[in-house]
């Protein structure tokens, strides 16, 4: 079955620090990958999305993202976390019908 | 160009009521897909439409449903409510139907609370 995991609940990091939440995909073909971000409150943005080409994606706010076909991942990252980061982090697949299988989604807490 | 909007965007209902949520996508965009949103089981896929088409459907009880219009907007019913129906019901639009590579914007959602 297509499934998203991410391994991590619950992330706190330092302002100022570097990021890297993880992403991991399962499905009977490479699937499309997206990046998604919460606040609390609110619909959900598109941080980033990986179709095929270049495995380095940049996205908004700063964030990248690569994908890596050996592990099955996807794992975002960020050089330097800015206290506005806050919120909660989606990973996303879709595959041939279009419906998006999220990931249970990771809490980024950061501290100043 | 206007992002997409849900209405109403809090509800509070007891159960055994029937309820309708409304989305209206972004201009342009044909295709609307409902989601639900809860702590227990995250983001779970309820249904899309397409040109007044249900195309894709989720693993949910028949108490949910969906129509579209021709203007494309979507409303969704949860019929008989019950406590764990009390969830985020997220919206998205995309130009199409069924291309992976279509990007979903969603909206703010429907806080829906079932006393």
């Known amino acids: 079955a297509q499934s998203v995991t991410q391994p991590d609940i619950h992330i706190t990091v330092s302002e100022g620090a570097s990021l890297e939440l993880r992403c991991n995909y399962s499905?009977?073909?490479?699937?499309?990958l997206f990046w998604y971000v919460q606040s609390p409150g609110q619909g959900l943005q598109l941080l980033l999305k990986?179709?095929?080409?270049?495995?380095l994606v940049q996205g908004i706010k700063g964030f990248e993202a690569e994908f890596k076909r050996s592990q099955s991942s996807f794992n975002l990252r960020k050089p330097s976390v800015h206290w506005s980061d806050a919120a909660e982090y989606y990973c996303?697949?879709?595959?041939?019908?279009?419906?998006?299988?999220f990931g249970q989604g990771t809490t980024l807490q950061v501290k100043p | 160009k206007a992002g997409v909007t849900q209405t109403p965007r809090y509800l509070i209902k007891t159960r055994g009521q029937q309820v309708t949520l409304s989305c209206s996508p972004i201009?342009?965009?044909?295709?609307v897909s409902w989601y639900q949103q809860t702590p227990g089981q995250g983001l779970q896929f309820l249904f899309e439409?397409?040109?007044?088409?249900?195309?894709n459907k989720g693993n949910f009880p028949g108490r949910f449903s969906g129509r579209q219009f021709s203007n494309s907007r979507s409303e969704m019913n949860v019929s008989t409510l019950e406590l764990g129906d009390s969830a985020l019901y997220l919206c998205a639009s995309s130009p199409t139907s069924g291309r992976s590579t279509d990007t979903q914007y969603f909206g703010p959602g429907t806080r829906l609370t079932v006393l």
């Open positions: 439409y397409f040109s007044e088409t249900q195309r």
């Open positions: 996303a697949g879709s595959g041939n019908t279009g419906k998006l299988i």
């Open positions: 990986y179709f095929s080409g270049d495995t």
């Open positions: 201009s342009g965009h044909r295709s």
């Open positions: 499905y009977g073909a490479t699937p499309y």
